[in-house]
């Protein structure tokens, strides 16, 4: 089942993949400034990330600190 839903998958993207022209990339496509929002959300991640593996770690936060 999971074979068959993979190829399902491939088939219907391949020929989508196959029909966009190769695209170039210039020095103007990488060095783009980044907006308010781009900064916003890479600042999310991070502090996602990081109150993540705090809670990962955490037992001293899920039992209320070292007594």
């Known amino acids: 089942m999971a074979c068959f839903s993979v190829a399902h998958v491939l088939n219907a993207y ?7 022209p190769p695209r170039t990339f210039d020095a103007q496509d990488v060095l783009v400034p980044a907006t308010p929002q ?3 959300l890479i ?3 991070v502090l996602f990330i990081l109150l993540f593996e705090h809670l990962l770690k955490g037992e ?4 209320g600190g070292s007594k």
């Open 14 to 20: 391949v020929p989508l993949l196959k029909a966009t």
């Open 38 to 40: 781009d900064v916003a």
């Open 43 to 45: 600042a999310g991640v």
């Open 60 to 63: 001293r936060w899920m039992y």
